[in-house]
């Protein structure tokens, strides 16, 4: 098991949060990693697997434009904590390729994370084919959750 799920569950568990993600680029994948962490069913709520771009529209509140940017991302972690209840989100939008969109190069991915008042959000840029930068998309996303969970103030 990856070392920042563990983490992740340790700090919902000890102080009773409740993690919910709205993937894009990933499709379920951060939903995946997650609910294969110990006790997820105390502490991981779901996700919303927004493809689709009506999704992130109506379902998460995404503000219509283009939807590879940080307030997209900062929205779907937004939209996915107020339809679940979460205390923390993460919120996934990107270009997995082979073709670059909307003027960026495949490969380009937004990742925000959202606990309590702490928001962070960034753009990165993985190499590879669709399946790597799924695959490192995801990994990015759960050690940024790690990240802002650790430094909640107790």
Same mark, same amino acid.
């Given at each position: 098991m990856d070392d920042d799920v563990q983490q992740i569950a340790d700090v919902c568990q000890e102080r009773d949060l409740h993690v919910a993600v709205a993937e894009s680029l990933t499709s379920g994948s951060v939903a995946s990693l997650l609910g294969a962490g110990p006790e997820a069913a105390d502490w991981f709520l779901g996700g919303v697997v927004a493809y689709g771009e009506r999704v992130k529209y109506d379902v998460l509140g995404v503000t219509p434009g283009p939807?590879? =940017?940080?307030?997209? +991302?900062?929205?779907? +972690?937004?939209? $996915? +904590?107020?339809?679940?209840? /979460?205390? /923390? =989100?993460?919120?996934? =939008?990107?270009?997995?390729?082979?073709?670059?969109?909307?003027?960026?190069?495949?490969? =380009? $991915? $937004?990742? /925000? $994370?959202? +606990?309590g008042r702490l928001e962070h959000s960034r753009m990165y840029r993985f190499p590879g084919n669709p399946e790597t930068v799924i695959a490192a998309t995801a990994h990015r996303a759960v050690g940024s959750l790690a990240e802002v969970l650790r430094s909640l103030p107790r």
């Open positions: 939807l590879v =940017t940080e307030r997209c +991302a900062q929205e779907m +972690a937004r939209g $996915v +904590a107020r339809l679940l209840g /979460a205390d /923390a =989100t993460i919120g996934i =939008t990107g270009i997995g390729g082979p073709e670059p969109s909307e003027g960026k190069p495949s490969g =380009t $991915v $937004v990742i /925000a $994370v959202q +606990a």
